[in-house]
């Protein structure tokens, strides 16, 4: 029994070791094919650049960059690597690689999006793009993370470590990824083949708004706007909601977890002289803000950028700045893009001298 | 839950350690694990179809009690028309009675009577025409004396639903099953190891051969109508390869887990492709099944010891039946039907004849012979496969139409090659270990190249995996 168990065993680490192996040969980004065909314009023009947005469809639907280069008043070459559905840990993980990325030698800045640590739905724990950034320490902090927030139900919390448990175990024994890793491998081009073309051709900062997608492909992204119109009281509730969490951030308690690896973030970037800057935007639902708000206050100034408050940024909870519940139109995203500029100048004008912390 | 499935990859292990590291000592407590187990594995797919095979277990372990309990003739049968009508009564109802009723319907709607009667929207649970012929074959063989009533509940309990074969075979007979799980097991390093390496094989059939052979064959079946004839060939030849991968490998990983626990379950597939007439295609293909329908239905109805004539009807019967046996769909029923009809050939022409002629021809003779039998016997089984994958008789009738027509002989436009590949890899693999119970019995080669098999199959059947694709027997 004991020998059979052995043997086992060793069979088994040789398999995953066989399989873990194929890491190597494959590029940081190959489970987000929208992220590789942006970090493709990237790699083919790193040296342009010395500005990046990261983040999900925040970022990518409401950031211009080229209005962003016209308002900042430090000279930046600003590129938008914001790409849908692209949340914490899944940017932590590009970060720390992008910043190892020897094509992208020009980086000054670099406005990351807060996110909380989102779950993983039990439909999506077999997709590729929720495994392939699931490394020991995505999957260790994910985990430490939900265990020390205090205001997850029980339910969520299992829900939560059962899905980023089960996504890593795939992972681990290659389930649906060895397969796409090893087409990578094979084709890299069958990276980005899904990609939308217009969108890639369109898009040479990285950014595309939803609006102009809906002019110029329509699909999905008309269905939700049209959605958003028929009801739009969703975004007063989610205004309402996150004015309460602003007006009450005392009552609420960073994760310091969270807290830490943010901190860690901020370390790394500057070993490699990068200014990382967090962004908290507007609209999300209040259980984000409930969680992200106490944190951001507990960030050193100097690497914070708040867009989310209601009561300062009316504006961008305006049903005409609206596309859908959760983002911009074209209008919004111009105003977004300016106050991130405005506040940005700010930022980098003052320095990293700026540490103490500040509450409301 | 799936055996290609990440849950069945947490479960297997947990039971085996629970059962060879905590309950050891104790096969009683052993059986009380694999049921409970069992119904785990079996509600993963909806808890509600416990109850059926709950209620299926108690009737038939009470009517077996009492068979062997009353030694009159009346009440005997009795007892056993309450298991036939109960077993076959919720096998009827649960996976046949909509297909009576419309067809029915159909019947009387080609006689100009228009009747309006509704099907039931009823969920047919998995597996249950497999555990229903398990326990039907109990009661069946109590009656004609060949067994004797277990009255330890829990063994029958966990011999009914033991979970390797409990969704789709192989059909295990009591008086081989049963047994095992009253007696005391032991952990064998050597019976471990082979099961092992069947379920490896079972696996790599299912996802790097089957799953992938999937593909072509949907594109080709749902597009029958606009494909050449060549392409329909090239379709039905892959579906053929595809259920045969797809149901012996489940069959493999079952008889594999089964191992592992340190029971021997039936053979149930013996290279079928490689038969030389249909007759022998049933002794190789789905083996439990078919002496399941000849020891309750073919020799009941008279066997072959009576007329030609009444001979052929038997058969004809039991294909038939057979085939009513895998769906309700008259698809099914035409392709047992059509078995049957290539087994008559057989029973008016002794075949022993045709080997007797080729035992004294040259060995190229015998090989071209045997090769030729071999190809027809597939041609034959595949040419039954249509009817078989079809969404219906229409399907098949303009499938076979499509089929053979003049393009039948133009080279397909799109290459298919790709898909060759691994049917040609396991035709090789299975002709050289023709002579194994499966083809990873590789002791004599030295261990190093044997750890590098095993560890090419299992990357490669990794490789393959796209998604927890259920196997095609589930549905029957």
Known sequence: MKLFLIKVFTFCCILILCIQGTDWLVPYYWGNPECAD??????????????????????????????????????????????????????????????????????????????????????????????????????????????????????????????????????????????????????????????????????????????????????????????????????????????????????????????????????????????????????????????????????????????????????????????????????????????????????????????????? | MLFNSLEFALFLPTVFLLYWLILRRSWRLQNVLLLGASYLFYGWWDWRFLLLIIFSTVVDYTIGLRLAATPNPTTRKGLLALSLVTNLGLLGLFKYFNFFIESFVDLFAQAGIGLNITTLQIILPVGISFYTFQTLSYTLDIYRGKLKPTSDAVAFFAFVSFFPQLVAGPIERAADLLPQFEKERRFSYAMAKDGLRQILWGIFKKVAIADLLAIPVNLIFADSSQMSGSVLVLGAIFFAFQIYCDFSGYSDVAIGVAKLFDFQLSTNFVSPYFAKNIAEF???????????????????????????????????????????????????????????????????????????????????????????????????????????????????????????????????ATDWSIYLVPILFLVTVEWLQRDKRHPLQIDRIPLPVRWLIYLTLAFWAIASFRQETPFIYFQF
């Open chain 1, 38 to 360: 942006k970090l493709r314009t990237l790699h083919d023009r790193g040296a342009e650049f010395n500005t990046l947005f990261i983040g999900s469809s925040r970022v990518y639907r409401q950031i211009n960059p080229a209005l962003f280069d016209t308002m900042s008043v430090v000279p930046t070459s600003s590129f938008n690597l914001g790409c849908s559905r692209t949340f914490t840990p899944e940017s932590f993980y590009l970060f720390k690689h992008m910043i190892e990325d020897d094509a992208l030698n020009n980086l000054q800045y670099i406005v990351m999006e807060l996110q909380i640590v989102t779950p993983i739905a039990p439909d999506n724990r077999g997709a590729i793009q929720s495994q392939y950034y699931l490394d020991a320490e995505e999957l260790r902090f994910a985990m430490a993370e939900v265990l020390n927030a205090e205001d997850l139900s029980l339910k969520r919390r299992i829900k939560m470590l059962v899905g980023y448990g089960e996504s890593y175990l795939r992972r681990l024994l290659g389930i649906n990824t060895l397969r796409t890793k090893l087409a990578v491998l094979y084709n890299p081009a069958s990276l980005w083949a899904g990609i939308n073309t217009v969108v890639a051709a369109n898009a040479p900062d990285g950014y595309y708004s939803l609006e102009r997608e809906a002019r110029e492909i329509g699909g999905e992204v008309l269905v939700r706007r049209q959605e958003f119109l028929a009801d739009p009281a969703e975004l007063s509730r989610r205004k309402a909601q996150a004015q309460q969490i602003y007006n009450n951030v005392a009552a609420f308690h960073a994760n310091p977890i969270y807290l830490t690896r943010l901190k860690q973030l901020i370390a790394l970037a500057n070993a490699h002289h990068i200014h990382l800057i967090f962004v908290l935007p507007p609209r999300l639902q209040d259980e984000y803000f409930a969680e992200l708000v106490p944190l951001f206050y507990q960030l050193n100034p100097a690497h914070r950028i708040d867009l989310g408050n209601p009561e300062r940024f009316a504006d961008f909870y305006a049903v005409e700045n609206s596309y859908d519940v959760g983002h911009l139109n074209d209008h919004g995203s111009a105003l977004f893009t300016h106050e991130l500029a405005t506040q940005f100048s700010e930022l980098v004008t003052v320095g990293t001298a700026v540490t103490t912390d500040e509450t409301p």
């Open chain 2, 282 to 412: 049933w002794q190789r293909w789905h083996i439990t099944l078919s002496t399941w329908f000849r020891d309750y239905v073919y020799i009941p109805l008279g066997g072959s010891r009576c007329s030609k004539a009444t001979h052929m009807r038997n058969i004809l019967i039991t294909f038939t039946v057979s085939g009513l046996w895998h769906g309700a769909n008259w698809t099914f029923v035409i392709w047992g039907f059509l078995h049957g009809l290539s087994y008559l050939p057989l029973i008016l022409w002794n075949p022993e004849r045709f080997d007797r002629y080729l035992a004294h021809q040259s060995p190229f003779g015998r090989m071209t012979g045997r090769g030729l039998q071999m190809g027809g016997t597939f041609a034959v089984v595949t040419l039954g496969w249509i009817f078989f994958r079809a969404e219906d008789l229409t399907h098949a009738l303009s499938y076979l139409h499509h089929l053979f027509s003049r393009s039948l002989f133009s080279l397909p």
